[in-house]
């Protein structure tokens, strides 16, 4: 157990689509952060942060900023340039993460099954002709498929089609949030969350957390209100379905170079098998979020995570 | 201690399996999630209905309070009466003289702003299932509540001229036929919020007989009678015809709505059971905001405030109106509101403005979408609200320009698509104070 000395800023808000949850997630790391005795602002991503943290430069920075800028890295980067330690990965790590297809590549190198994907910009729909370019995709991937963002979060522009007629729509929909699109093959089996910290002792998974919505779909309604998903924590798997499930969290916290602390999602499938669905770097922290779920099944206190995620940032040599 | 090792469920919330079933609708939406962006300064919302408070004389009434609680803070930090303070009632009554109304302050229930009296309407009117006619579209906030009593509302057509008579008579005729009789007709006659049109003069009485005749208690909602920028005031529904209406009226507008003051005008046996409901509901009102009004009505000159707010509306809406020909896509059409805070935009064929608004939220500017006005939330999809009541003109022309623009890359992905529908998800009901 380590003690921080020195105020701590919680970074949470920003202008992605993902503002709101990052303020729940911001306010519950704050408080957990407070109960252990930790001297906390709060601050919000926009034009007096800087000048804020330049005036009276904290001991660490703990960013809980999810969506594009929280999680691709830019925060990070000028949290580098200010010299201020900061929890959780650094901006190249973030960078490779958030980009959902190329951290799909890279946890392919290291020899993580993730769900065969196509990964194609809104322009090649428009000059090569959408209906052929998805009925190439359907003919590849089958159906149903899912469709998302390429970068991005809370399942926002997330949809899973089962029927062809609907899949136009849902690249719409998906185009809306972001000019990248993810198609996927859909893996049927158990969607379980792996979160994964590293507070000295290299990285640690913690116990995988079942998901399983009310209506089948995780989606932003079924994530952000209590009620309409149902958690098993440990995941209702057998023994090596668990440990295969952590170790691959683990592996992929490796492979993308990230630090301190990641979220992987994974399905596994009857089977057993495992395939990753992506990691996220700034992983939710709300009521409804898993990551502090899965800390409380291990009886641990999640404030005294966070403080010793802190104290872990502090005492790291800086380059 | 637990065993760490046994599959356990979490408990998120404790009394899930305890809530109401009228709680069910009650969920996290995408919807509301793009609006806590949109209320960023960074972003142009034309997506709010908030007046411009600033432009009031704050200082004077800093002092009718310090005045208040100092002289009469015995009585003003008391509990009141559910029916409202006399004095003010009197006054209320005053105020929709304007419109031709000749009420009795005895007939006058003051309420929590409108939103109190629609579901203080609803509370004593409807039972599940019951119909209520609404025009297309309607107010989102006044949706809320006829969903809340589990109430089916049929939406009835509007044009420039308000909710078409024809179109009146052919819904209750339907609703007849499927052996059922609406009871109440919702309407917001001036100015309608979100479709920007107004009643006309020659449909009212009309409007109002076919409601008579069928036995419809017409809710005539009226918050922007007032705010009208180039005519006097339109005569109320309410002004012929006193058993057939209730009049709804607000200081929202006219003044502000921190102080959460509307009322309603209503038949004597109606306002009975309105007082009783309030009375269960709330209990009383804040004394010191009705006294604080009071006060101000009686000693400052409100009208030449109400005309300030007016002159500055209609900059406003000369803004948005001015930017709205020169950056909109061919084919788009939009109302021309004479007065109130909205005007309702219509797109391109083929174009959601709901699957559209995270695109716009990217692009910094907000509206809301169509389908928010409508109760099953399955019209609307080619319409928006945009609202020019709150950012100052160079934002609200900004604010264009950038929809103009994300209206351009939507056009070109319903071209490469042929939609630009999501996929049904379900209401997406965004907050009504927007
Ligand atoms: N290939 C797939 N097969 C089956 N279900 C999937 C697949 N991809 C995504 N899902 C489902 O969709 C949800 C959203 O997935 P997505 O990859 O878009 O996550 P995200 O939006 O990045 O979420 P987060 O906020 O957790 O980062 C997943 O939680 C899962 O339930």
């Known amino acids: ?319 | 201690m637990t065993d760490e090792s046994q599959p356990h469920h979490v408990t998120v919330d404790r009394y899930v399996e305890r809530y109401a079933a009228r709680a069910r609708g009650m969920v996290a939406s995408e919807i509301r999630a793009l609006f806590a962006v949109a209320s960023r300064p960074e972003i142009v919302s034309l997506a709010g209905g908030m007046p411009y408070v600033s432009a009031l004389p704050l200082d004077a009434v800093g002092d009718i309070f310090d005045d208040l609680v100092g002289s009469r803070g015995a009585v003003a930090m008391q509990y009141g009466s559910a029916q409202g303070d006399p004095g003010l009632r009197e006054q209320i009554c005053e105020v929709m003289a304007l419109e031709g109304v000749n009420g009795h302050a005895d007939d006058v229930v003051v309420t929590v702003g409108s939103q109190q009296a629609l579901d203080l309407i609803g509370r004593i009117f409807l039972d599940p299932g019951d119909v209520v006619l609404a025009e297309a579209p309607s107010y989102v906030g006044a949706l809320g509540v006829f969903a809340s009593y589990q109430a089916d509302v049929v939406h009835v057509p509007m044009d420039d001229d308000g909710l078409q008579p024809d179109a009146l008579r052919d819904a209750i005729a339907r609703t007849a036929a499927s052996g059922r009789t609406p009871k109440l007709l919702y309407t917001v006659p001036n100015f309608h919020n979100p479709a920007g049109v107004t009643l006309a003069a020659s449909r009212r009485a009309e409007i109002v007989d076919i409601a008579r005749s069928a036995g419809v208690l017409v809710l005539e909602d009226n918050p922007y009678g007032l705010l009208g920028f180039d005519q006097e005031p339109m005569r109320a529904l309410r002004a012929d015809d006193g058993d057939t209406v209730v009049y709804l009226g607000s200081f929202s507008k006219t003044f502000a709505p921190g102080l959460r003051v509307g009322w309603a005008l209503a038949p004597r046996g109606v306002r009975d059971k309105l007082v009783l409901a309030a009375e269960a509901g709330i209990l009383s009102h804040s004394v010191v905001c009705q006294l604080a009004l009071s006060q101000y009505l009686a000693n400052h000159p409100w009208r030449d405030q109400v005309k300030a707010f007016r002159e500055l509306y209609r900059e406003r809406r000369d803004a948005m109106l001015g930017t709205l020909s020169s950056v909109m896509p061919a084919a788009c059409t939009w109302t021309h509101p004479t007065g109130g805070f909205y005007v309702w935009l219509t797109v391109p064929e083929g174009i959601d403005t709901k699957a559209m608004l995270p695109r716009a939220v990217g692009a910094r500017v907000a509206y809301v979408p169509g389908s928010a006005f409508f109760a099953d939330g399955a019209d609307g999809a080619r319409h928006m609200r945009l609202s020019y009541c709150y950012p100052e003109p160079d934002r609200i022309r900004e604010g264009v320009r950038r929809l103009g623009a994300v209206l351009e890359e939507e056009v070109e992905v319903r071209d490469t698509f042929g939609t630009t529908g999501t996929p049904a998800r379900g209401l997406d009901r965004p907050p009504p104070n927007l």
Do not use: W
Not at chain 1, 127 to 146: E, Q, T, Y
Not at chain 1, 279 to 300: C, K, Y
């Open chain 1, 1 to 319: 157990m380590a003690d921080v000395t020195g105020p701590v800023v919680v970074l949470a808000g920003g202008l992605s689509h993902e503002r709101d949850v990052s303020l729940r997630s911001g306010r519950r790391v704050a408080d957990a952060l407070r109960e252990v005795g930790v001297e906390v602002y709060e601050r919000d991503v926009d034009a007096e942060l800087l000048p804020a943290l330049a005036a009276d430069l904290p001991a660490a920075v703990f960013p809980v900023v999810h969506g594009a800028a929280g999680e691709d890295g830019a925060v990070r980067e000028v949290l580098e340039l200010l010299g201020v330690p900061y929890v959780g990965a650094r901006p190249d790590a973030c960078r490779r993460a958030y980009d959902k297809p190329v951290a799909k590549t890279v946890v392919t190198h290291a020899g993580i099954p993730t769900p065969e994907a196509v990964t194609l910009p809104q322009a090649t729909f428009r000059d090569l002709g959408a209906g052929a370019v998805l009925d190439r995709i359907v003919a590849r991937l089958g159906l149903p498929l899912v469709v998302k963002p390429a970068r991005g979060g809370s399942a926002l522009g997330m949809h899973v089609v089962r029927n062809v007629v609907d899949l136009p729509a849902a690249m719409v929909g998906c185009f809306s949030y972001g000019d990248t699109a993810l198609v996927e093959r859909f893996v049927a089996g158990s969607e379980v969350a792996v979160g994964v910290v590293d507070t000295g002792a290299g990285p640690q998974a913690l116990p995988p957390v079942e998901i399983v919505p009310a209506d089948g779909v995780y989606d932003y309604a079924a994530r952000y209100t209590a009620g309409q998903t149902e958690f098993f924590c440990p995941a209702r798997l057998s023994v090596d379905a668990i440990k295969a499930a952590e170790d691959t969290a683990v592996l992929a916290h490796r492979a993308l170079g990230l630090r301190d602390i990641s979220r992987s999602d994974l399905i596994v499938d009857e089977n057993g098998e495992v395939q990753l669905l992506e990691v996220n770097v700034a992983p939710g922290m709300t009521e409804t979020s898993t990551l502090p779920m899965a800390v409380a099944a291990t009886q641990h206190d999640f404030g005294a995570l966070c403080r010793d995620l802190v104290a872990a940032a502090i005492s790291r040599p800086r380059r």
